[in-house]
């Protein structure tokens, strides 16, 4: 297994094409897939022929960016994904943090716990200057976890959905946090600290 992060609650690890059947079965909960297609889960072949594919060989094309299997420390159980990479059209020192979790893992803490190491990760090791993440306006629960994270919405806009989901009405927002902010809240948390 390679180990690309720890938390106190979590291994951030490589997926490998071992993987299929947990990425087919997160992705096979209408709840989880909500404001992704509306509930629909994504077809096991896709999975097996297209997407794990390319998140394993995109550890080779993105140095230190990727999408990685949190494993729970305490169980070894597989709870999801969490991923930090530049848009393939962007510029690479401003990645994108994403991540999908199963309900199991879901009011926890997970979700905020991976997210602030990537984002930590991004602006320590692998040069970020900028760490964004999106969302649909109505997912309150993905966007209290990008404010528990350090990230501030900057900004709503709308898309053409072919599938009309749910609340896209309300448009998708992006969040933000750029490294001056960062080392700002790191200062501001360890007085906290220590105070």
Same mark, same amino acid.
């Given at each position: 297994?390679?180990i690309?992060?720890?938390t106190?609650?979590?291994?951030l /690890? /490589?997926?490998?094409?071992?993987d299929?059947?947990l *990425?087919?079965?997160?992705? %096979?909960?209408?709840?989880?897939?909500? #404001?992704?297609?509306?509930g629909?889960?994504?077809?096991?072949?896709?999975?097996e022929?297209d997407?794990?594919p390319?998140?394993?060989?995109?550890?080779?094309?993105y140095a230190?960016?990727g999408r990685w299997?949190?494993?729970?420390?305490?169980?070894g159980? #597989?709870?999801?994904?969490?991923h930090?990479?530049p848009?393939?059209d962007?510029p690479?020192?401003e990645?994108w943090l994403?991540?999908?979790?199963?309900r199991?893992a879901?009011?926890?803490?997970?979700?905020t716990?991976g997210?602030?190491a *990537?984002i930590?990760?991004?602006f320590?090791?692998?040069?970020a200057?900028?760490?964004?993440?999106?969302?649909?306006a109505?997912?309150?629960?993905?966007r209290?976890?990008?404010?528990?994270a350090?990230l501030?919405?900057?900004?709503?806009?709308?898309?053409?959905?072919?599938d009309?989901i %749910?609340?896209n009405?309300?448009?998708?927002?992006v969040?933000?946090?750029?490294?001056?902010?960062?080392?700002r809240?790191?200062?501001?948390?360890a007085?906290?600290?220590?105070?």
């Amino acid at each position: 297994m390679r180990i690309f992060l720890e938390t106190e609650r979590l291994i951030l /690890r /490589r997926f490998t094409e071992a993987d299929v059947d947990l *990425l087919v079965g997160l992705d %096979a909960d209408p709840e989880v897939m909500r #404001f992704l297609t509306g509930g629909r889960s994504t077809p096991g072949a896709e999975i097996e022929h297209d997407l794990l594919p390319a998140i394993v060989s995109s550890y080779d094309r993105y140095a230190g960016y990727g999408r990685w299997a949190a494993i729970e420390k305490a169980t070894g159980d #597989f709870l999801g994904w969490f991923h930090l990479r530049p848009k393939s059209d962007g510029p690479p020192d401003e990645p994108w943090l994403g991540y999908r979790l199963r309900r199991a893992a879901w009011g926890q803490g997970y979700a905020t716990e991976g997210s602030r190491a *990537l984002i930590r990760k991004g602006f320590v090791d692998l040069g970020a200057r900028l760490v964004l993440a999106t969302t649909m306006a109505v997912n309150t629960a993905s966007r209290r976890v990008m404010e528990k994270a350090g990230l501030t919405l900057v900004r709503t806009f709308h898309q053409e959905w072919p599938d009309a989901i %749910a609340g896209n009405e309300y448009g998708d927002v992006v969040y933000a946090l750029d490294k001056t902010d960062w080392e700002r809240q790191q200062v501001a948390d360890a007085d906290t600290l220590s105070g």
